[in-house]
């Protein structure tokens, strides 16, 4: 069996100099004992020894530090399940990586795991909603405290440091559902002159548009349901950073219990290895569409990080190399029904959550994930009627374009009345 633990070694035939379809497909990959080019699905909850030499011999070797042949016990460690993570790992730029069952799984156990009681967290306050949910209620219980600040106010985060208490920063860049892009490089200033630790949720960047480590940042968060696997056919996160990080987490994992199927991870290495091909269709596709609605009378405003009218549109450009395949826009005069009958007008996209994956994928915030808020309390929130987030797929540019036409078509009528 091939050693599922030389990840820890950080040892990659792919230099860092090579290009993004190059990683996704060779990145992290080591020889298999069967000459397999594809990984094998290692479906085994244990794994044996022939005597019990072998036995103590791995454990001497475990607690030394070095590489073993194999793991006790899948929830140690899983062949697929590792060759994915050095995969993930060289897309990232990273030493190490560790795969969770969920976005959600694998940030919260970076916090339960490098958190201790009475130290205190910051948050920006454009973060995906269960994130912060998890820092304000759950969190609290042990007796960690969170300040909310907003987003890329520098001297905001600045003033809610708490000397020798704050212990990390977390942001999310581009967000949900305005892909508001955050200033990486003055967020790791901050934590440095202050000695905390970092946190990116870059989900809607993908690897093959944003690598937050590169300006210093501690840990990348993926969800690897989205771009990195590419065809919502799986749940899984990810953490990605430096080795002994990683590795502290992964002591954790076993503990916490955190652990992906090999079935799970099988699928998402077979979709990393194109991963670099369908984000780039995904930018080109969403820069076009992005344009085009924000030439189009029906359209209020559009929303996405390639645009010159974008807030974050600078930082963007100087940070991303591509611009993600997420267009948010307000539907001009649109309530909430004649939003609704907007999208029910489309041909092309489902009406889904998610995003990422090869098929479009289209929604209203103020339904979809804030149903249960008042009118009052959506728009304290920035969420409009109007507004729709478009996770735009893999599909022919020009179809889409002429879609989101049709759809729009009634209500040029009403525009031109006004």
Not at 241 to 267: F, K, M
Not at 301 to 312: E, Q
Request: hydrophobic content about 40%; overall charge negative.
């Amino acid at each position: 069996m091939s050693d599922p633990t030389l990840h820890h070694d950080s040892v990659s035939p792919v230099p860092p100099t090579d290009g993004d379809n190059t990683r996704a497909v060779h990145g992290g990959v080591q020889p298999n004992p069967y000459g397999a080019i594809t990984q094998p699905i290692i479906q085994s909850a244990t794994f044996t020894y022939e005597k019990t030499a072998d036995v103590i011999t791995y454990l001497k070797r475990k607690a030394g530090g070095q590489a073993v042949d194999y793991e006790e016990y899948a929830r140690f460690g899983n062949p697929t399940v590792d060759a994915v993570e050095r995969r993930l790992a060289a897309l990232e730029g990273g030493d190490d990586a560790l795969l969770y069952p969920s976005g959600m799984a694998a940030i919260t156990s970076v916090l339960l795991s490098v958190l201790r009681p009475e130290t205190h967290i910051i948050i920006t306050d454009d973060c995906y909603r269960h994130t912060l949910e998890f820092c304000l209620t759950f969190l609290k219980k042990y007796h960690i405290e969170t300040t909310i600040v907003p987003f890329n106010d520098i001297p905001a985060l600045e003033a809610a440091i708490i000397p020798r208490k704050t212990r990390m920063i977390i942001s999310e860049s581009p967000t949900n559902p305005y892909l508001r892009v955050a200033d990486l490089e003055k967020i790791v200033a901050v934590a440095k002159a202050n000695r905390c630790l970092t946190l990116i949720d870059s989900t809607f960047a993908s690897p093959v548009n944003q690598r937050p480590l590169a300006f210093g940042i501690d840990f990348v968060m993926h969800s690897a349901t989205k771009y990195l696997a590419g065809h919502n056919d799986l749940l899984a996160g990810v953490i990605i950073g430096r080795a002994d990080r990683i590795g502290a987490l992964r002591e954790s994992r076993v503990l916490l219990g955190g652990i992906v199927d090999p079935n799970c991870a099988y699928l998402l290495d077979r979709g990393l290895k194109t991963v670099g091909l369908r984000v780039a269709q995904h930018n080109a596709n969403a820069q076009r569409i992005a344009e085009h609605l924000e030439r189009h009378p029906a359209i209020e405003r559009v929303w996405y990080p390639g645009l010159a009218s974008h807030p974050d549109h600078t930082i963007a450009t100087a940070q991303m190399k591509g611009f993600g395949g997420v267009v948010t826009f307000e539907v001009r005069g649109g309530d909430l029904d004649v939003t609704s009958a907007f999208i029910d007008r489309l041909r092309i996209p489902h009406i889904a959550a998610s995003l990422g994956g090869v098929e479009s994928l289209i929604q209203q915030p103020a339904i979809m994930s804030h149903y249960d808020k008042s009118p009052e309390d959506r728009l304290a929130l920035g969420i409009k009627d109007n507004l729709v987030r478009f996770a735009v797929g893999i599909e022919d540019t020009a179809d889409l374009i002429a879609d989101l036409d049709a759809a729009l078509e009634p209500l040029l009528q009403t525009v031109d009345n006004r």
